[in-house]
């Protein structure tokens, strides 16, 4: 078996990592960009590299986290080329310049942004609007069940007696709106609508028998 | 002193249905540089990950290429697999490998037809693909499929092969075997075949090293580097498996490596099939990968070591499925090889690299 890790690695050592890993007989196996669209980093447009070498069935994945791309070169980081070191990288910078606008110096064979023939820049750095919501989803989803994770260990805290837990509660405001927000929009507020309608009738209803009264 | 020219090869070239272009500069019949282009087809599946859920991206996966339709969609799940946790079951390992090597077998016999269509030998690249439409009759018969196979899925696999088909299966391949070793023999002996091949386009174990190449490019110059070796899924079940290798390092090592590969892979469809344990073919996969989590894999497709990498967001939707294929790692090697040849032998040589551009762009 072959086995896989992912390891840390600093923007300033990529060229540095390339020799070494070269000297010590490893394998280039490629180099990939993601995307940073969760804003979990701290810059706003930027990428994460993955440099991946193999030596005895190790699979070494190195990530150098939050480079920054874009046009604008004053804040942009520029990322050294190991083509100097491994020539088959060229493919792969190149690709990461095309798609995700990643600034690569001295690339052996170097397209300067024609490698691929696309009709938008940078393409893989766009956020469809189906993503958007995604991540959005995944976060007040993980809201929700912190939410919830604290007010059941609250709970607990509060010595709430036995007989009370093993009833089944209630379901909270906080409840649904988690099971909601992990559904399709379109869908939640059908379910919206129909919670409303219910309410409706049942108030309804509570005035009509305290009308007969 | 000769005059440096540039000659254009492709995007659009007889020998080559690919959308390669090279710009080759040659000195008299020699070619001194070759300046490789790609990108005309790059369709965007990479981004389509963000748009269908990691169970719809199977179905992207496999027609990234038509030829390694199935190695795609494996390598696809085996990563999210791993991305999630799943433990496929053993009878789901034994038949990714039975469809795996007979993809193998079909990838290869496609090949080796347009190399025979390549040097002239017309009648041998008809019987290579006679032959080849009757392993696509295996896969119609098991999936319904002849390129687009659609059996795999993210847990196992969604078809099963019954003791019947296995047995036919089996009856076709000894028929295939039969005639197969008469088209060897052709294909290694041939003076038409080594007069083409024999001494052209060769690199060494150092520099097929050094740049990194991988595949039958690689093990035809004696770089014993094979996924399968590893024993990763049901691979780990063969009693033994060994790369196949050449020492030449020229063009005739590589036909003859993907030549022996067909047998080596017919061996170990029969051997998967006589070994192959009952039980279930896939298991129910609940949830969604976790935000940040993620995976590398690989796996031997016919063409050499492919690369799989995804990265969940806590959806069913991924952040980012890549696939690195091996002609875009071979492509410095193919570029390296090509200094110093003739111009005549331009075609032969890019076509014993077996280079497929649409993964490569994907």
Redesign the interface.
């Known amino acids: ?2 086995t ?1 890790e ?1 390891m840390p690695l600093a923007l300033e050592n990529v060229a540095s990592e390339a020799a070494q890993r070269k000297s010590d007989g490893w ?4 180099l ?1 960009a ?2 940073d ?2 804003g ?1 980093g701290d810059r706003d447009n930027a990428v994460d590299l ?1 440099y ?1 070498y ?1 030596k005895d ?1 190790r ?1 070494e ?1 190195l ?1 150098v986290k939050n480079v920054a791309v874009g046009e604008d070169e004053a804040k942009v980081d520029t990322v050294p080329s190991i083509t100097d070191q ?3 990288a ?3 910078e190149n690709e990461a310049h ?1 798609l995700f606008g990643v600034h690569i110096a001295n690339i052996a ?1 170097d ?1 300067a942004g ?5 009709p938008v820049r940078e ?2 750095t766009i956020i ?1 609007p ?2 958007k919501e ?2 959005e ?2 976060a007040k ?2 809201a929700a069940k912190a939410a919830k994770e604290k007010a059941a260990a609250a709970g607990k805290t509060s010595g709430a007696d036995a007989e009370n837990a093993a009833k089944p509660a209630p379901k909270s405001d906080a409840d649904i709106e988690a099971k909601l927000a992990g559904l399709p929009p379109e869908k939640a507020a059908k379910i919206r609508a129909a919670m409303e309608a219910k309410a409706a009738k049942e108030k309804a209803a509570q005035k009509g028998e305290a009308g007969n009264e | 002193m000769s005059k440096a020219t540039i000659i254009p090869f492709g995007p659009q070239h007889p020998v080559l249905p690919e959308p390669l272009h090279l710009d080759l500069v040659v000195e008299d019949e020699t070619v001194v540089e070759a ?6 087809v ?1 369709r ?1 599946l ?2 389509l990950v ?2 269908r859920d990691y169970n719809q991206f199977i179905y992207v996966a496999e027609r990234i290429c038509g030829i390694c339709a199935f190695g795609h969609s494996l390598g696809y799940a085996e990563t999210v697999e ?1 991305l999630m946790g799943v433990e496929v079951p053993k009878r789901a390992e034994y038949l990714r490998v039975i469809w795996h090597e007979i993809s193998r077998i079909h990838s290869h016999l496609l090949w080796l037809g347009l190399a025979a269509d390549a040097f002239g030998f017309e009648s041998l690249f008809m019987h290579c693909w006679r032959l080849r439409e009757r392993v696509l009759d295996i896969f119609e018969k098991t999936t319904g499929g002849r390129v687009i196979l659609s059996v795999v899925s993210v847990g196992g696999v969604n078809r099963d092969i019954d003791s019947t088909q296995m047995d036919e299966i089996l009856h076709i391949l000894d028929g295939i075997e039969d005639d197969y070793r008469q088209i060897m023999q052709v294909m290694l002996t041939d003076a038409s075949v080594k007069n083409r091949t024999v001494g052209v386009g060769h690199i060494s174990y150092e520099d097929a ?5 991988v595949g039958p490019f690689a093990r035809a110059s004696n770089v014993a ?1 094979d ?1 399968r070796m ?3 899924g049901g691979y ?1 079940e063969l009693s033994d498996f060994r790369p196949l290798c050449a020492t030449e390092g020229d063009c005739y090592a590589r036909v003859k490596v993907r030549c022996e590969e067909v047998l080596q892979s017919i061996a170990i469809v029969k051997e998967m099939a006589a070994k192959i344990p009952a039980g279930d073919i896939a298991v129910p996969v609940k949830g969604s990968p976790a ?2 989590a ?5 796996l031997e497709q016919p063409r050499g ?1 492919c ?1 799989y ?1 995804a ?1 969940g ?3 069913k ?1 991924l ?2 499925m ?1 696939m ?1 294929t091996p002609t ?6 193919m ?2 090889v090509l200094e110093g040849c003739d111009l005549a032998d331009v075609n032969m040589i890019i076509l014993t690299i077996d280079p497929c551009i649409s993964c ?2 994907r």
Do not use: W
Not at chain 1, 27 to 30: A, D, I, K, L, P
Not at chain 1, 114 to 118: G, I, N
Not at chain 2, 328 to 333: E, I, M, T
């Open positions: 078996m072959f896989s992912f394998r280039f196996v490629q990939l993601v995307a669209n969760t979990s993955v991946s193999m069935g699979l994945n990530v491994y020539l088959s060229f493919v792969f095309d064979i397209f024609h490698f691929y023939q696309v393409p893989m469809s189906e993503q995604a991540h989803r995944a989803m993980a | 300046i490789p282009q790609i990108g005309f790059h965007g990479e981004k963000e748009t791993a090293v050094s740049l990194c190449m580097y996924v590893f024993g990763h780990g935000a940040g993620e995976s590398a894999n690989i070591e690369y990498y990265r967001n806590g959806t939707y952040d980012r890549r690195r875009s790692q071979n492509l410095a090697g570029v390296s490569t762009e």
